[in-house]
């Protein structure tokens, strides 16, 4: 019986070895197309993960023990942890795999709100904005309606996808090749104080000046960028 015992985990050791280096021997994204797995991988990046996805989720996909989640700045992640865009796979010995993508969520904070929207309007615009992780990492995550762009459509999508008004957010679409996205820079912006709003609430329009929603520009603009907006009134 025991030596049954040892034989089986033996094998079950050799196994392990064995899936180990099959994994390390092959590209992240063809393991997870062979294996049927969920998650998706492709330019460097992992999606197909929705907002509110735990740390434990994502590793499920994966053998155990043999991967960690980290944030931006390579802490490593417990897996009760909500993941964000921008956190990272990385194998046991701490190489990375792949960042995160969660589309909708740009500022990498693990929810997809007005916040994110701001951010989009935001870079559109002309300002400068480092969230931390990269640009094509922010580009990706902010396509949310895969036209090939990062404007107003995705901001007004990134505010209300909750609302009954508005469009979800499908976290299993493909991931875009970064450099076929472009962050638009013809966003239109009305610089009026709006009653019963504070200031920094602004209405905001898209190219055709169609009205995409109200909101807090705070966090993403100084005055110098106001120059740079176009006021359609």
Known sequence: ????????????????QREEERLASMELQTYLITENK???????????????????????????DKYIVCDKDGNKLAE????????????????????????????GDGSINIVDSSYALGVTNGGSIDVGFGQDCFKIAG????????????????????????????????????NTIKLYTRQCLIDDKIEGFPESYKKVYDKDKKYVGVFNITDVYNDSHYSKLIDIN
């Not at 942890?81 to 792949?98: A, F, H, I, V």
């Not at 990134?158 to 090749?177: A, L």
Request: hydrophobic content about 30%.
């Open 143 to 178: 396509d949310v309606n895969r036209d090939g762009f990062v404007n107003g459509e995705d901001a007004k999508i990134m505010q209300f996808h909750k609302t009954e008004e508005g469009i979800p957010i499908d976290q299993s679409q493909p991931i875009r090749d970064p």
């Open 80 to 107: 009760d942890e909500t993941l964000c865009t921008g956190m990272t796979l990385r194998d046991s010995s701490g190489n990375k795999k792949g960042m995160i993508i969660i589309f909708g969520d740009i500022n």
């Open 1 to 16: 019986i025991l030596r049954k015992a040892a034989e089986a985990k033996t094998s079950t050791e050799t196994a392990s």
């Open 38 to 64: 969920k998650t998706k991988a492709a330019y460097g990046y992992i999606s197909n993960i929705e907002e509110g996805e735990k740390v434990s989720e994502l590793l499920n996909d994966f053998p155990k």
